[in-house]
């Protein structure tokens, strides 16, 4: 199985500025073949089921606000909030889905206002 | 709109059974791959079970491979999955969860999901 690893397990960062969550896959999520990573990110409030923000590493899901992103390649990933509101006080979860259908997700990274 | 409803979580004993279903409405549900996707309390999420948009192809986690059964009902637009042999470590949030496209390619990552269902295995 593909094992996914999160850092850091929580950060905390003053509104307006940026945070970054690292992904790291134990191997390649690329697929050579139409060079797309197999990656998604999702965010979750407490109570709420998870939401899709970013699907093939990079592209945001429709109604995601732009300060959302994601990049990387291979087995490296990132998920980066440009500008930190207080709306996105939440857990973000990376998943890998080259390996399917044997889908796993990383940890979770906590997300609060400094 | 798209809608996804579980139901059938509750309390049990080890070792008991329960079956919990979706319902999905808003969409053709006999097009989609479907998944269930559980969380432990506290804890992060786990793909459980996958099911192509027949039903001929199934796969499990390991944790519940041989306890676990999923199926779907194209006529009912409706998801289940059949849980025996339930462990306190089976305690979770269960969530069905439908992909954005009816592509296999996009199987494996989900843009709807249900509010879930709790199931509390404790003697």
Redesign the interface.
Known sequence: DIVMTQSPDSLAVSLGERATINCKSSQSVLYSSNNKN?L?W?Q?KPG?????LI?WASTR?SGVPDRFSGSGSGTDFTLTISSLQAEDVAVY?C?Q?YS?????????TKVDIK | QVQLVESGGGLVKPGGSLRLSCAASGFTFSDYYMSWIRQAPGKGLEWVSYISSSGSTIYYADSVKGRFTISRDNAKNSLYLQMNSLRAEDTAVYYCARPPTSDYDSSGYWDYWGQGTLVTVSS
């Not at chain 1, 709420?48 to 899709?52: A, G, I, M, V």
């Not at chain 1, 399917?100 to 979770?108: V, Y």
């Open positions: 197999y998604a999702y979750q709420q089921p998870p939401k899709l699907y899901e979860y998943q889905y399917t259908p044997l889908f796993t997700f990383g940890p979770g």
